[in-house]
């Protein structure tokens, strides 16, 4: 990458994943994705220069159709990397009619507006 195309290694990096969470990922099938990735990836490339939507080649007035687009791949690819962060472990005990049940609760959360748990009951007498 760096000798054929001078490009850096977070450059490489980012392109590759700009290119994975793309067209095809998920529900990006609209030809809208081949658009934003391509854009994304030319920003990459050459951030000196300016990549713009124009409304027509006569006119020249810069359109910006796909900011939601961009906002979700920017999001996706910066995310890439984010390991869960697991909170201590909650534990509880009960008795009931002899038998102690033991209530381990791990919780995983990859942001604040989408935590996701898994639990597990144990029976000890």
């Known amino acids: 990458y760096n000798n ?3 490009l850096s290694l977070e450059q490489w990096d980012r392109i590759k994943l700009l290119a994975h969470y793309g067209y095809g990922y998920g529900n990006h099938y609209e030809e809208k994705w ?5 854009f994304l990836i030319w920003r990459t490339v050459d951030s000196n220069s ?15 159709p796909y900011e939601s687009e961009i906002l979700e791949l920017e999001k996706l690819v910066n995310e890439h990397y984010l390991l869960p962060n697991i909170s201590p472990n909650i534990k509880i005990g009960i008795n009931i009619a002899n038998k102690t049940i033991a209530l381990i609760i791990l919780v995983f959360i990859l942001n604040s507006s989408k935590p996701s748990f898994s639990f597990a009951i144990f029976f000890h007498s």
Do not use: A, H
């Not at 081949?34 to 391509?38: A, G, L, R, W, Y």
């Not at 300016?50 to 910006?64: G, K």
């Open 4 to 6: 054929i195309f001078n």
């Open 34 to 38: 081949i658009t934003v990735s391509q």
């Open 50 to 64: 300016s990549f713009n939507w124009l409304d027509n080649l006569n006119d020249r007035n810069i359109v910006y």
